[in-house]
């Protein structure tokens, strides 16, 4: 049998008040010359992101608050939201900070990281096992 009700054992869990803070997902590439980085973040505009380097972390953050307000002859509702999240990537040795490079389009935040000149062409070595 189902109800309606709230059942107090989940009420009173603590994982029934903890919000499930979810990262977006993120596609790498690579390439001879940069890394290609796509962050899935719909429903943000341009604006929502802070975006910085500190001590070789490529940090991303977005929030977003949205209220809604409708009123009648007898009664006013309003509404609220609040989005946010934040990752860090930890930036490898061969790029070049000066010239990462962001663009948010269609719900996807894409970036260009250029490698250093002596990491491009970069072939791995293969190494002998005696």
Known sequence: MTSDFLDTNDFFNDQF???????????IKESNDEYQIELAAPGYSKKDFEVNIDNGCLNISAKKTDTKEEKGETYSRKEFSYDSFQRSLQLPESVIDEKIKAKYENGILKFNLAKKEEFKNNKPK????S
């Open 17 to 27: 008040w903890s919000r499930k803070i979810e990262e977006p997902a993120l596609n």
């Open 126 to 129: 293969s190494i002998e096992i």
